[in-house]
């Protein structure tokens, strides 16, 4: 009877080992295609945001489109039709958006 106890107990172990394997490979699947795809995202955003200049077709995240005038530090200055200027703030600048525009 005790080498049945024992062989139970042996078993439970390789068990743990491989749900801890699961999990660990649940986890390397959830940053590949989740968590590193998004802060790729968030990179070329803030690279587009920076590389605004004067004259650039762009569209805001409200769909808003217009061509860069002016640019401060943390703002664009749009002109969305003759003489029709909004100021918008760099970050609803948006990069999908925009490289739809200019195609």
């Known amino acids: 009877m ?3 106890i024992l062989l139970q107990a042996s078993s439970g172990q390789s068990g743990l080992i491989g749900n801890l394997i699961l999990l660990g490979g649940i986890a390397i699947i959830f940053y590949f295609f989740m968590i590193r795809p998004q802060q790729k995202k968030q ?3 803030r690279t587009f945001i920076g590389d605004i200049k004067k004259g650039d077709m762009v569209v805001t995240v409200g769909g808003m489109h217009g061509k860069v005038i002016a640019l ?3 703002s664009v200055m749009l002109e969305v ?3 029709a200027r909004i100021k918008f703030d760099k970050t609803s600048i948006s990069l999908e ?4 525009y200019v195609k």
């Open 2 to 4: 005790f080498q049945f």
């Open 43 to 45: 990179k070329d955003q």
């Open 72 to 74: 401060e530090e943390d």
């Open 81 to 83: 039709d003759r003489g």
């Open 97 to 100: 958006a925009s490289k739809q």
